[in-house]
């Protein structure tokens, strides 16, 4: 499949991304490049590491899982993606890297974006010595189940 040719645009996310890695003095591989242009080709999304992995397998290319997770973990590291921790076993890599919160429907596995100024938080003040670096919200919900009426 052959697509359009698009003119360089250096404010979209994947030149941003690849810039960043650059900036940090870290190569960018054949399959850091690959991994960031699948990640951000598709606009914001919220994506596993398993699906990352599938999207790879569907563009042929030869990445292994290993190379996928510890990519994820490298660009999670540069701050280029968020790692969204659903449960123990299950995290999320958010490509928004706009100020959000995030709602999890947990029967579903799917994640949304919530924008900060729809959660009120009162965050105390911290003292002088200490610096208030991130806060993660995520707001976990289920669907609700039809009841059987007899």
């Known amino acids: 499949m052959v697509s359009a040719i698009k003119p360089f645009d250096p404010m979209n996310l994947y030149n941003q991304a690849i810039k960043k890695i650059e900036s940090k003095g870290i190569r960018t591989t054949k399959q850091r490049r690959v991994l960031a242009k699948i990640l951000f080709d598709k606009g914001n999304r919220h994506v596993s590491a398993e699906e990352l992995y599938q999207d790879v397998k569907k563009e042929d290319r030869k990445i292994s ?86």
């Open 65 to 150: 899982m290993a190379t996928v997770y510890n990519t994820l973990k490298q660009f999670t590291n540069l701050g280029i993606i968020r790692e969204v921790v659903v449960d123990q076993n299950k995290s999320l890599y958010c490509t928004n890297r706009k100020n959000h919160y995030h709602l999890y429907i947990e029967d579903e596995g799917k994640i949304i974006d919530i924008p900060t100024k729809n959660i009120d938080l009162n965050i105390a003040s911290m003292p002088a010595c200490l610096n208030l670096h991130n806060i993660d919200v995520i707001v976990r919900i289920r669907t609700l189940k039809e009841k059987n009426i007899n």
